[in-house]
């Protein structure tokens, strides 16, 4: 029995027509580039502006506050001490009261400076790691990318909400060999999630400073809210990124942010983008009220991105980075609500 074979038949005849051959190749017929063209259009940008943290004072102004928290503690301890005396001369179980009272003060401000001193190092940390997986992108180091990895696992290893992207990245990061997709990888399965949810907080902050400036009748009171929600944003997308900065830490991170916004520019509201949030035509129809709640609205949404870029362990590389436009139609809902 003959094996079956597949032969050409001609439609309209029913007729099996005769197999062509096959016909040669030469490879020496075939033109090569000197230079193969990249296909891809990503063009990677990475922050070398705020990958090192920026000095918030000098030395002069950092001995000054020492010098001045140094004759504060003193009297404070002088008055005390003066204080126990006292007691002690008027009621000696009062002068044990207030003992125990200074004891338990000292305790708790020692906790504090621990608290204080750790998270500017969690602060360090992230600030450091970013600088690395900039370095690691630039110079593809395999055992550098695997150790900003494991640093990630690390940080995030009691974070409930990212265990399956934990165990994802152990089991994905077996299989890689490039130092580079190492800190993409990282980025796709740890940063993503928390990039969402920053990204929801700067909404909702927003909105409501968008809101409050819409219907506030005092402009001191427009001012108070957006300073209060930006500092509080900023505390909050750093916490979500695992800083959990404390007061002088969060001093620290406002700094930061600031200049941050200084680097890359204040924000310039055209009348093409408030057209683009209500509507065309609608901009020449807007209150001064609404103006203002949109001006304060995308600040507010500037001071969440700078925070993001700020914190953010590891730069934008793999996962886009969120832009002032993707936040528009949130402002644009709430500011129709109010008309």
């Known amino acids: 029995m003959k094996p079956p074979f597949a032969r ?8 099996i027509e005769p197999t062509r051959k096959p016909r040669a190749f030469s490879p020496e017929a075939v033109a090569v580039p000197d230079e193969i063209e990249v296909l891809s259009d990503d063009t990677v940008t990475l922050d070398a502006e705020v ?5 918030l004072m000098r030395w002069p102004g950092r001995i000054a506050w020492m010098a001045g928290g140094l004759l504060v503690s003193l009297a404070l301890g002088l008055a005390a001490k003066r204080l126990v005396s006292e007691l002690f001369a008027a009621q000696p179980w009062l002068g044990w009261v207030a003992v125990a009272l200074v004891v338990v003060l000292v305790m708790a401000l020692i906790a504090i400076v621990i608290r204080e001193v750790a998270s500017l190092m969690r602060l360090k940390a992230l600030d450091r790691l970013r600088a690395e997986a900039v370095r690691v992108i630039e110079t593809d180091d395999v055992r550098k990318g695997r150790a900003i990895a494991t640093e990630l696992l690390g940080i995030y290893a009691r974070r409930a909400d990212l265990a399956r992207a934990r165990d994802e990245l152990e089991a994905n990061g077996r299989q890689v060999f490039d130092g580079a997709e190492h800190v993409r990888l990282s980025e796709r399965l740890l940063m993503a999630p928390l990039d969402a949810r920053a990204r929801a907080l700067t909404a909702a902050s927003a909105r409501r400073v968008a809101l409050v400036t819409t219907v506030s009748p005092r402009a001191l009171v427009d001012i108070a809210f957006v300073v209060f929600e930006s500092v509080g944003l ?15 830490g969060t001093w620290r991170l406002v700094g930061a942010i600031l200049a941050h916004l200084a680097v890359t520019g204040g924000l310039v509201l055209t009348d093409g983008v408030v057209e683009q949030l209500l509507g065309q035509g609608l901009a020449a129809k807007l209150s001064a009220r609404l103006g203002e709640g949109v001006v304060n609205g995308l600040m507010t949404v500037r001071v969440g991105i700078a925070a993001m870029r700020v914190v953010r362990p590891l730069p934008f590389v793999a996962v886009r980075q969120p832009m002032v436009k993707d936040f528009i139609p949130e402002l644009g809902n709430v500011l129709g609500e109010t008309r």
């Open 8 to 15: 050409p038949v001609n439609t309209a005849t029913g007729e």
């Open 51 to 55: 990958a090192e943290p920026p000095r």
């Open 234 to 248: 900023g505390g909050d997308i750093a916490r979500l990124y695992g800083a959990r900065p404390g007061v002088i």
